[in-house]
């Protein structure tokens, strides 16, 4: 079962994230699919015809406020994924939240942990079979 079907976030400068979640999604393959002046879009839209995808919204609003407890997580396809993940969020803006590698929370955890350059934490995880 696929629990998610869209997410939507604030942050109160997009362009100060935009960079940054541009080349996170873009490595995870998800495309930037709209760019407007107060928020943008990644991923597909589910259909009643297509229903396994996931959509990432983010807002700007002078409201928005980070939780260091509050994080999301991206299924990676790879290790390479996750790695270049945290390579690449590092590079345009984003902070070391845990480097890339196995974690104990069940077998096969591979993930890295960013700050975006907000504070909001984010995450890839990509689940091997050993």
């Not at 980070?66 to 996750?82: G, M, T």
């Amino acid at each position: 079962m696929q629990l998610l079907d869209h997410v939507s976030i604030t942050v109160k400068s997009l362009a100060a994230v935009k960079p940054f979640y541009r080349a996170i999604m873009h490595v995870l393959g998800a495309e930037l699919v709209y760019d407007e002046a107060d928020a943008i879009g990644f991923g597909e839209r589910n259909t009643a015809l297509s229903d396994r995808h996931s959509y990432l919204s983010i807002f700007e609003s002078e409201h928005a406020s980070v939780d260091p407890r509050r994080h999301w997580c991206f299924r990676a396809s790879s290790i390479f994924q996750v790695d270049e993940f945290h390579a690449l969020g590092l590079s345009r803006g984003g902070s070391d939240a845990g480097l890339p590698g196995l974690r104990d929370y069940h077998a096969g955890y591979y993930a890295a942990f960013l700050f975006d350059p907000e504070g909001n934490k984010v995450e890839a995880v990509f689940h091997c079979v050993k």
